[in-house]
């Protein structure tokens, strides 16, 4: 078990590494001259510089070096936390993220579990319901709520909670009042496409011959479908869980956009838009390594779920 | 409850039930009346599709969502349940026919419980033996420790050693006729009055399967409980019960005593079932159908032979220490003849068939097919070889990729290996199901539209498809009904004679494989028990391991029975 978790850690540096690497080569090597795109940047037009004056700024990024020692001195940078200086607000990548960190996870975090339990209510009622109407009502919203545009649905609740009702700040970063549009703007989207998944393995696990045993015994309905139809339809599901936090963390951008939240999706935005090359490199990697750490989490919890699962050892073939 | 005088259990009237497809409604029960008297050991025969698993399921109202019972009743008279707050008074009369779910419950398991067909997909695979089994007995309204103590009641009552170590344990820690004790004991937490048992033997061993049928037919003796078994093999039901109601495309075409029915069946479809029972044809004796002179059982020159064959698997979580799968087995295949390699589950037949096929590495002793040495040769320099040896699989319901056309299934070796053309691989594979007896229609086919007899003869021509030499036949008929079983095991014997081919036959039914062999090879645990031809090894068997697999081999005692061997049916 523990050289199972230890691989694992390994693999995810691996990831967290490819990532990185990746990113990099994507932002430095791609048509377009890098040299000139973060000093443009910074505000400085190469053109109308004389080559003495473009040397010096390059110099004063660190721009002059050869692309592999660029490279492997960011990356040092990196494994000491030293996530270099952003070329266009000219502070430390480091600073710059840990004000802006915070309101992000607070968010993700929040419609991470609004999902969560939307969306397993959702399939959990869908699949219980008997009643036609009903459950062909249920069983369609999962596919209704992933097709609408997320920024739309924010522009919906604003017109209506903050506008109409006045409930709610259409803007803001800070206090709950804020959170709650931004963060139910995420959960739609999250929520159906885990109730789309869970729904069919619902439908899976209630067909099984061990769910007919427990009818067979005698138990209502809604005990066979507690005790043995919910954690058998969640083994399946949970292997989304990973890609569905990638989905919380990258609709966290647009969610920021629309609210004008100060948040991490927002400075990603930015700086794309500025071509703020260490600030998305940094964002890039934190955003591997939190999509990586939850896989992990997942990994680790299947066994808790499973008993059939035992990390770490292969089953004899008899 | 032993009372067996206070009239019927369960009556079935004109009952009819249909299955909604595509907006119509497909008959599968038209107008069946039976009934089960309290203490009453009832079988209920037929073939899939015949409607039996129908009408048990509308006994304990579990029909699928799109079935519909059309007309008829099914009336449950529970008696006096000992109880208050059951659905229970004396002499009071249940209809389940149209009733509601909450009447139904009150039935389920306390009147009418279950034993569903494959114990490997019976159990919840997540939760621990012990709340399963406690599920039914909180139901009849015992609770706090009561529950624990009677949990381990009715574990060892369904034939369980050391309850406490199974009920903490999980379903997939426990072997098949383990999982089927449990059944069982869930079956039994309710105290019904009726236990319907759904093939509750077909995915065991023989052995496994004759132990649990022995346990249920004393549980059901001891506590005068009503047992309705159903089952497509008339030799189980004719051992095992006191009426044979036999069943044919959802009507009753016969019933009564077994003897009568086994003596002087009414009904075509009767004897064909009677026939086609490898246990009741020859009076309980297994007949080889083909006898090989003891000189010429060893061979010269064998399609394959394994030469003191050894597998050794390390154990999972442990530096020390290994899993003998197959220990030292030399075997031949003669040319033109059928060797079965027979044991039971965990006995190394499969292992053994992985080494032949090459999918798996011995760890020590040696492969030849055709007098070349394979057993060091890689995957690349065995491809050339596989022509000349192919694989028919046990269910031919997974063998089959679904999206494939029947046609792109047989045609794949061929592309595979790139023989031929579009068109001529299209010919040939209409040539291949001539061999198997389908009509060239079947081409563009999809494997669902088939049934499970059609699907394995597809199987067997998609093997035939390169030309073998030798056919790999891993337990091809035991997922099949009994009269599908026969014909299949006359096609190969057709194919055999015909082409010329030699089989390696892998079966734990040694009715099944007296059908086709001539040679045979038994397996206990890793190593050969026991080999030779046929005739000799089940004429007289050496070992107390196959006498044991010819004694489980159902339908011996009514077949005994029947031919007036004064062998009584209480044994």
């Known amino acids: 078990m523990t050289r199972y978790i230890l691989g694992r850690f390994a693999q995810a540096l691996g990831v967290l590494w490819a990532a990185y690497t990746v990113t990099f080569v994507v932002l430095y090597l791609l048509p377009s001259d890098p040299v000139a795109l973060q000093l443009g940047a910074a505000g400085i037009e190469t053109d109308k510089l004389s080559p003495a004056e473009l040397h010096t700024a390059m110099a004063r990024y660190g721009l002059d070096r050869p692309i592999l020692e660029q490279y492997f001195s960011d990356l040092w940078g990196f494994l000491r936390g030293d996530l270099g200086e952003s070329i266009a607000k000219q502070e430390p990548v480091t600073a710059l993220l840990g004000e802006r960190l915070g309101p992000t996870l607070t968010l993700t975090v929040t419609a991470g579990v609004l999902a969560l339990l939307g969306g397993t209510a959702l399939a959990y009622l869908a699949s219980y319901v008997r009643w036609r109407p009903a459950r062909l009502f249920l069983t369609r919203l999962p596919s209704f709520g992933a097709s609408f545009p997320q920024f739309f649905i924010g522009l919906l609740l604003i017109q209506f909670l903050s506008f109409n009702l006045g409930l709610l700040p259409a803007t803001g970063t800070y206090g709950w009042k804020s959170l709650v549009m931004p963060a139910i703007t995420i959960a739609i989207l999250a929520a159906s496409q885990l109730a789309q998944v869970l729904m069919r393995s619902f439908d899976d696990t209630l067909s099984q011959p061990y769910v007919a045993t427990a009818r067979a015994k005698g138990l209502s309905r809604a005990a066979v479908q507690w005790h043995h139809g919910f954690r058998n339809a969640l083994l399946p599901a949970m292997t989304i869980l990973g890609i569905l936090v990638g989905l919380t963390v990258t609709s966290a951008i647009v969610a920021e956009t629309v609210f004008s939240r100060n948040g991490i999706g927002k400075l990603a935005q930015e700086s794309v838009l500025a071509q703020d090359v260490p600030v998305v490199l940094a964002i890039v990697t934190i955003a591997a390594a939190i999509f990586v750490f939850v896989n992990l989490v997942v990994d680790l919890l299947y066994p808790l779920l499973d008993p059939r699962i035992v990390h770490g050892q292969r089953k004899a073939v008899a | ?571």
Do not use: C
């Open chain 2, 1 to 571: 409850m032993t009372d067996t005088a206070s009239g019927p259990l369960v009556t079935v009237a004109d009952l009819q039930v249909g299955y909604v497809r595509r907006r119509r409604t497909v008959p599968a029960v038209r107008g069946v009346t039976l009934s089960v008297a309290r203490g009453e050991t009832v079988a209920l025969v037929g073939e899939s599709g015949s409607g039996k698993s129908t009408i048990a399921n509308t006994l304990i109202g579990l029909l699928p969502d799109n079935a519909r019972v059309t007309g008829g009743s099914v009336t449950v008279h529970p008696g006096d349940l000992g109880d208050p707050g059951g659905v229970g008074r004396p002499d009071r009369a249940v209809e389940v026919v149209g009733a509601r779910e909450r009447t139904l419950r009150g039935l389920r398991g306390r009147v009418i419980s279950l034993v569903p067909q494959d114990p490997m997909v019976g159990l919840n695979p997540t939760r621990r033996i012990g709340p399963q089994v406690a599920e039914g007995i909180r139901l009849r309204g015992v609770s706090g420790d009561r529950v624990g103590a009677e949990v381990l009641e009715f574990l060892a009552q369904a034939g369980i050693d050391d309850p406490e170590l199974r009920a903490r344990q999980y379903p997939h820690e426990l072997s098949g006729g383990l999982r089927q004790r449990v059944l069982i004991a869930i079956a039994l937490a309710g105290r019904p009055q009726l236990i319907i048992a759904d093939e509750p033997t077909s995915a065991l061993d023989v052995t496994v399967q004759r132990r649990i049928l022995d346990h249920l037919e004393g549980l059901v003796r001891e506590t005068g409980i009503s047992l309705l078994i159903i089952t497509h093999d008339l030799a189980v039901a004719s051992d095992r019960s006191d009426r044979v109601i036999v069943l044919q495309n959802g009507e009753v075409v016969e019933q009564g005593n077994p003897r009568h029915i086994l003596v002087s069946p009414r009904q075509d479809y009767t004897r064909r079932l009677i026939a086609a029972a490898p246990g009741l044809a020859h009076g309980g004796r297994i007949v080889p159908r083909f006898v090989v002179p003891a000189e010429r059982v060893s061979t010269p020159d064998p399609v394959i032979r394994l030469e003191n064959i050894t597998k050794r698997y390390p154990l999972p979580g442990r530096q020390a220490g290994s899993f003998l799968a197959v220990d030292d087995v030399s075997l031949d295949v003669a040319r033109g003849r059928t060797h079965a390699l027979v044991g039971e589950s965990g006995s190394g037949k499969t292992t053994t068939l992985r080494l032949a096929l090459g999918l798996e590495k011995a760890t020590s002793g040696r492969v030849l097919l055709d007098g070349v040495d394979i057993t060091d040769l890689g995957w690349r320099e065995t491809r050339p070889l596989r022509r000349k040896i192919q694989l028919v699989h046990q269910n031919p319901f997974a063998s089959l990729d679904p999206r494939f056309t029947i046609g792109r299934s047989i045609t794949e070796p061929l592309v595979a290996f790139g023989i031929g053309d579009r068109r001529t691989r299209r010919a040939r594979a209409v040539a291949l199901l001539d061999q198997v007896a389908l009509p060239a229609s079947y081409l563009d086919r999809l494997p669902a539209e088939l049934s499970g007899g059609q699907r394995q003869r597809v199987a067997i021509a998609r093997a035939l498809a390169l030309e073998p030499e030798l056919v790999l036949l891993d337990e091809p008929v035991s997922a099949l009904d009994v009269s599908v079983q026969e014909q299949i095991l006359a096609l190969l014997r057709d194919l055999q004679e015909r082409l010329g081919l030699s089989y390696l036959f892998i079966s734990h039914d040694l009715s099944v494989v007296a059908q086709i062999s001539h040679t045979v090879t038994v397996l206990n645990r890793g190593r050969a028990v026991e080999s030779g031809s046929v005739a000799e090894v089940f004429g007289s068997p050496e070992s107390d391991y196959t006498r044991e697999l010819i004694e489980a081999i159902p339908g011996q005692r009514s077949a005994a029975l029947s031919a007036g061997a004064g062998v009584p049916l209480d044994v």
